[in-house]
């Protein structure tokens, strides 16, 4: 059975599923592919990873980079582990385009060229957001496309981490 917890983010309410040892779910409410990785049997629990999801999530909306990751499991696909473990290279205040994964993920899987559109799929479908931070990947023109919480969460994310948005647009 799944675990869920719930936390009330200054950008609306988070809700966290987990296996009763790591996390395996991160979405704000509502947002496009909630809950895509739960099971329709599922408990309200308090466990030690969601202490420290709280914990990470804490200090995340402080304004500060979280110096530890709780414990993660990808129930995914082997390409969408690939993509998903370069987001969580990306540091704390910086960004990588769609193109830049790509180039990542086909080198990683030994290939010569890889779609960007692929990897935007994989992106979009991340199940554990923020903590794999899906927000910080940009169009390589600029565009702040494709984040399921929605543009404006992916903008006020990005300036949380200090990200100068000023740079970017939306289409």
Not at 40 to 53: G, I, T
Not at 62 to 88: A, C, D
Not at 140 to 152: K, P, Q, R, V
Request: charged share 15%; glycine share 10%; with cysteine.
């Amino acid at each position: 059975m799944v675990s869920v917890h719930h936390y009330d983010s200054p950008l609306g309410g988070i809700t966290l599923a987990s296996d009763g040892n790591a996390l395996t779910g991160l979405w704000f409410d509502r947002q496009k592919y909630f809950g895509a990785t739960l099971d329709e049997s599922r408990e309200e629990k308090e466990l030690p990873v969601f202490q420290q999801a709280d914990q990470w999530l804490n200090i995340y909306f402080s304004g500060k980079k979280p110096e530890f990751t709780p414990p993660l499991v990808m129930n995914t696909t082997p390409f969408r582990k690939i993509v998903w473990h370069i987001l969580l290279s990306i540091p704390y205040g910086q960004t990588m385009t769609y193109g830049e994964i790509a180039k990542q993920a086909a080198k990683t899987m030994g290939l010569t060229h890889m779609s960007a559109q692929a990897v935007g799929g994989a992106v979009g479908h991340n199940s554990i957001s923020l903590i794999i931070p899906c927000h910080r990947v940009v169009g390589s023109n600029g565009s702040l496309t494709g984040y399921a919480g929605g543009i404006d969460k992916k903008i006020k994310l990005l300036q949380w981490e200090g990200i100068d948005t000023s740079k970017f647009f939306v289409p």
